[in-house]
């Protein structure tokens, strides 16, 4: 997307290079606006008046050097080898035997194998052409892809691209061939890296979870946004799905009897964690794919995400740039140089919070005003296009800020 941003922190917690954990479901949001800020056009998205200098790098500093240009050649050959493997044609169970061409995901009896508690979920296991549809064993497939770096997005329980690519990425990363098709050997590698932690578990709800703060309601008008205290949720099942990394329907499917208003209710949600490695050295953003890909310094994969990059009126940059620095819950500097939004035809600050423009964090990039953000629309990632950036879900985003450090080479591939 391409953004203007400042942002409305404590001085004290910027400094170059580092990067801040800054997932609003547990930490609130106390913006402060930098006084004496111009909106400009570009806006830094990592500038404020006393810092500007601190978190952008050189030229020199940007500069590819001949070791990362031989590291970009290697990754994108590594990209390009498992793309030509993946069977974007196939159901993600496994493909269906000559005898079994004909069947489909209606007729497929083994799908009732498991059901939707939390037994069921948690016990749900592989079988033979699985085929298209929601079933417990892609929820619990979800959530140990999820856990093992190869995010399928928003979890659901669905077959679909996001699972197939996420799929894909993690059987790059295991040594098995990157077809996409969630095999035995596949499942039985997710089994042994997801090891005694259950899939799903019992979460109640806390007092902290009811009060917020939450928005009535996010206006489409970036004019009324600029006037808000905070971009915050709007509901509890919003943050809740994002804190268990849950397309929100899901979750209410899971929880067919909860009011999400009650402190002490009980509710089924995913066991998920974020703890990327920290040996980040380079990211891919492959727009073809509609994935960001994370790489360590001996050049093997170590981590996926669905991503939407750029669009044809709006696309994102080409060529290989550098992390410049990670901000959390920044402020959205509205421009209609770039884009125009409704009537607004002057510059606008939006607030932070979840439900703004770039979500609750922005990594910035050596190519000016451009970075990689969140989003308020997480279940549509990878699935819609961007004004040029490169969107996350707000936990995907969160989970990269927390390891990527300044410095760090970002390509673009087509």
Same mark, same amino acid.
């Given at each position: 997307?391409?953004?203007?941003?400042?942002?409305?922190?404590?001085?004290?917690?910027?400094?170059?290079?580092?990067?801040?954990?800054?997932?609003?479901?547990? %930490?609130?949001?106390?913006?402060?606006?930098?006084?004496?800020?111009?909106?400009?056009?570009?806006?830094?998205?990592?500038?404020?008046?006393?810092?500007?200098?601190?978190?952008?790098?050189?030229? @020199? +500093?940007?500069?590819?050097?001949? %070791?990362?240009?031989?590291? !970009?050649?290697?990754?994108?050959?590594? *990209? +390009?080898?498992?793309?030509?493997?993946?069977?974007?044609?196939?159901?993600? #169970? $496994?493909?269906?035997?000559?005898?079994?061409?004909?069947?489909?995901?209606?007729?497929? @009896?083994?799908? /009732?194998?498991?059901?939707? $508690?939390?037994?069921?979920?948690?016990?749900?296991?592989?079988?033979?052409?699985?085929?298209?549809?929601?079933?417990?064993?892609?929820?619990?497939?979800?959530?140990?892809?999820?856990?093992?770096?190869?995010?399928? #997005?928003?979890? &659901? #329980?669905?077959?679909?691209?996001? =699972?197939?690519?996420?799929?894909?990425?993690?059987? %790059?990363?295991?040594?098995?061939?990157? =077809?996409?098709? *969630?095999?035995?050997?596949?499942? &039985?590698?997710?089994?042994?890296?997801?090891?005694?932690? /259950?899939?799903?578990?019992?979460? =109640?709800?806390?007092?902290?979870?009811?009060?917020?703060?939450?928005?009535?309601?996010?206006?489409?008008?970036?004019?009324?946004?600029?006037?808000?205290?905070?971009?915050?949720?709007?509901?509890?099942?919003?943050?809740?799905?994002?804190?268990?990394?849950? +397309?929100?329907?899901?979750?209410?499917?899971?929880?067919?009897?909860?009011?999400?208003?009650?402190? #002490?209710?009980?509710? *089924?949600?995913?066991?998920?964690?974020? +703890?990327?490695?920290?040996?980040?050295?380079?990211?891919?953003?492959?727009?073809?794919?509609?994935?960001?890909?994370?790489?360590?310094?001996?050049? %093997?994969?170590?981590?996926?995400?669905?991503?939407?990059?750029?669009?044809?009126?709006?696309?994102? /940059? =080409?060529?290989?740039?550098?992390?410049?620095?990670?901000? /959390?819950?920044?402020?959205?500097?509205?421009?209609?140089?770039?884009?125009?939004?409704?009537?607004?035809?002057?510059?606008?600050? !939006?607030?932070?919070?979840?439900?703004?423009?770039?979500?609750?964090?922005?990594?910035?990039?050596?190519?000016?005003?451009?970075?990689?953000?969140?989003?308020?629309?997480?279940?549509?990632?990878?699935?819609?296009?961007?004004?040029?950036?490169?969107?996350?879900?707000?936990?995907?985003?969160? &989970?990269?800020?927390?390891?990527?450090?300044?410095?760090? @080479?970002?390509?673009?591939?087509?």
């Amino acid at each position: 997307m391409l953004v203007r941003t400042i942002l409305a922190m404590s001085l004290s917690c910027i400094f170059a290079g580092t990067t801040f954990a800054a997932s609003t479901a547990e %930490q609130p949001l106390n913006p402060q606006v930098i006084s004496n800020t111009a909106i400009e056009d570009p806006i830094d998205p990592l500038a404020t008046e006393a810092s500007a200098a601190q978190n952008n790098l050189n030229a @020199t +500093d940007t500069a590819i050097t001949q %070791q990362e240009q031989n590291d !970009l050649n290697k990754a994108s050959k590594t *990209l +390009d080898d498992l793309h030509k493997t993946e069977d974007t044609t196939a159901d993600v #169970g $496994t493909a269906p035997t000559k005898s079994s061409a004909s069947q489909t995901a209606t007729s497929n @009896t083994a799908a /009732p194998k498991a059901s939707w $508690t939390l037994d069921g979920l948690n016990n749900a296991t592989w079988y033979e052409n699985i085929g298209k549809g929601q079933f417990p064993v892609y929820a619990r497939a979800h959530v140990m892809l999820n856990n093992s770096h190869a995010s399928p #997005g928003a979890i &659901d #329980g669905t077959s679909g691209k996001n =699972t197939l690519k996420a799929i894909a990425s993690f059987q %790059q990363m295991n040594g098995i061939s990157p =077809t996409g098709i *969630l095999t035995k050997e596949t499942w &039985d590698a997710l089994v042994a890296r997801q090891g005694s932690r /259950p899939a799903f578990v019992e979460y =109640t709800v806390t007092e902290a979870d009811l009060k917020g703060p939450y928005a009535k309601s996010i206006p489409h008008d970036y004019a009324e946004q600029a006037k808000m205290k905070g971009l915050y949720y709007t509901r509890v099942s919003e943050m809740l799905g994002e804190k268990f990394h849950m +397309d929100e329907n899901f979750l209410k499917k899971l929880n067919p009897n909860a009011t999400f208003n009650k402190v #002490g209710e009980k509710l *089924l949600v995913t066991n998920v964690r974020n +703890d990327l490695p920290e040996d980040i050295h380079l990211i891919v953003a492959h727009k073809g794919a509609k994935q960001l890909y994370l790489f360590n310094k001996q050049n %093997q994969m170590v981590g996926s995400f669905p991503a939407t990059i750029g669009s044809a009126d709006t696309p994102s /940059p =080409t060529g290989t740039y550098k992390v410049t620095g990670v901000a /959390p819950n920044p402020w959205y500097s509205y421009s209609p140089s770039n884009f125009i939004q409704g009537k607004n035809l002057k510059p606008l600050s !939006l607030p932070p919070g979840p439900n703004g423009p770039v979500g609750n964090i922005w990594i910035g990039l050596s190519k000016k005003s451009f970075g990689i953000h969140g989003t308020p629309n997480p279940s549509t990632i990878s699935k819609t296009a961007s004004h040029g950036c490169i969107r996350l879900t707000n936990w995907d985003a969160n &989970d990269l800020g927390r390891k990527v450090r300044s410095g760090v @080479t970002v390509k673009f591939l087509e």
